[in-house]
């Protein structure tokens, strides 16, 4: 699938999990938009300008932009004139205004898809369980999605700054730290770390999980852009958001 909101559909694009990545891609950049770039969103959101829409990429970057000329579209399109109520209410309310059309927007365009490619219940319902196992935009900007418990002292992120090593092991893959059967139990019920990008939660999929060394905040790699073969030579690791506000000073 291409980046372009209203990207034609390529016919090699046909399982739920094809559908899946173009959907948290997407989203990535959405959440990008209204959290870390926020302040560069606002400002394109211009109320003066005519009616605009904020697209998610595939390729986890978004644009402010005009909707598509042709009718109908080759994809459903975003929610119309976003930035005529940037001025009309507070911020945050807007926000999470946008927040919840977005992802309205994103589930309408993966079920076109499904659509397109005729998946039939058990295709849908595998892409449906897919999206929901991530939090959504709305959660992602609010925080709601972000509650978690502190996890454990000897193990997890600690008063002392201890955090679970972002090294890799013998067979070079990504490892999480190591628990004891119960204190991983006890996470997983109450929410475990979650990923300061998307929300999600340390014990999602098996992804690599990479923490902040100027901030508490932690990151899926997907969510960040590191892969397993950068990790292996980051020897401090400074997150999107701290980068930003190190850049400003």
Same mark, same amino acid.
Not at 18 to 47: H, M, Q, S, W
Not at 53 to 81: H, I, Q
Not at 152 to 181: A, E, F
């Given at each position: 699938?291409?980046?372009?909101?209203?990207?034609?559909i390529f016919? /090699?694009?046909?399982?739920?999990?094809?559908?899946?990545?173009?959907?948290?891609?997407?989203?990535?950049?959405?959440?990008?938009?209204?959290?870390?770039?926020?302040?560069?969103?606002?400002?394109?959101?211009?109320?003066?300008?005519?009616?605009?829409?904020?697209?998610?990429?595939? /390729?986890?970057?978004?644009?402010?932009?005009?909707?598509?000329?042709?009718?109908?579209?080759?994809?459903?399109?975003?929610?119309?004139?976003?930035?005529?109520?940037?001025?009309?209410?507070?911020?945050?309310?807007?926000?999470?205004?946008?927040?919840?059309?977005?992802?309205?927007?994103?589930?309408?365009?993966a079920f076109?898809?499904?659509?397109?490619?005729?998946?039939?219940?058990?295709?849908?319902?595998?892409?449906?369980?897919?999206?929901?196992?991530?939090?959504?935009?709305?959660?992602?900007?609010? @925080?709601?999605?972000?509650?978690?418990?502190?996890?454990?002292?000897?193990?997890?992120?600690?008063?002392?700054g201890t955090?679970?090593?972002?090294?890799?092991?013998?067979?070079?893959?990504?490892?999480?730290?190591?628990?004891?059967?119960?204190?991983?139990?006890?996470?997983?019920?109450? @929410?475990?770390?979650?990923?300061?990008?998307?929300?999600?939660?340390?014990?999602?999929?098996?992804?690599?999980?990479?923490?902040?060394?100027?901030?508490? /905040?932690?990151?899926?790699?997907?969510?960040?852009?590191?892969?397993?073969?950068?990790?292996?030579?980051?020897?401090?690791?400074?997150?999107?958001?701290?980068?930003?506000?190190?850049?400003?000073?």
């Amino acid at each position: 699938m291409d980046d372009a909101g209203s990207a034609p559909i390529f016919p /090699n694009v046909r399982t739920p999990e094809d559908v899946f990545r173009d959907f948290r891609g997407r989203r990535a950049g959405i959440v990008k938009a209204l959290t870390t770039d926020v302040e560069n969103f606002y400002k394109l959101c211009d109320p003066e300008k005519e009616n605009l829409c904020l697209y998610g990429l595939s /390729n986890e970057t978004w644009e402010v932009t005009l909707p598509a000329e042709e009718v109908p579209p080759e994809l459903p399109e975003p929610a119309l004139g976003i930035n005529f109520a940037r001025d009309g209410m507070a911020e945050k309310d807007w926000l999470m205004l946008v927040a919840a059309h977005s992802d309205a927007w994103l589930i309408a365009v993966a079920f076109y898809f499904g659509a397109r490619f005729g998946f039939d219940k058990d295709a849908r319902r595998r892409l449906f369980t897919m999206i929901s196992n991530l939090p959504t935009v709305y959660e992602a900007v609010t @925080g709601s999605g972000k509650k978690q418990s502190k996890p454990p002292t000897s193990n997890g992120k600690s008063k002392s700054g201890t955090k679970p090593s972002k090294k890799t092991n013998s067979n070079s893959k990504p490892v999480k730290q190591s628990l004891p059967k119960q204190e991983e139990q006890t996470i997983k019920e109450e @929410g475990g770390y979650k990923c300061g990008m998307c929300g999600g939660s340390y014990y999602e999929n098996g992804e690599l999980w990479i923490g902040c060394d100027s901030c508490p /905040n932690w990151y899926h790699g997907d969510c960040v852009g590191v892969t397993p073969a950068k990790a292996e030579h980051i020897k401090k690791y400074r997150c999107p958001s701290c980068s930003n506000k190190r850049s400003r000073e």
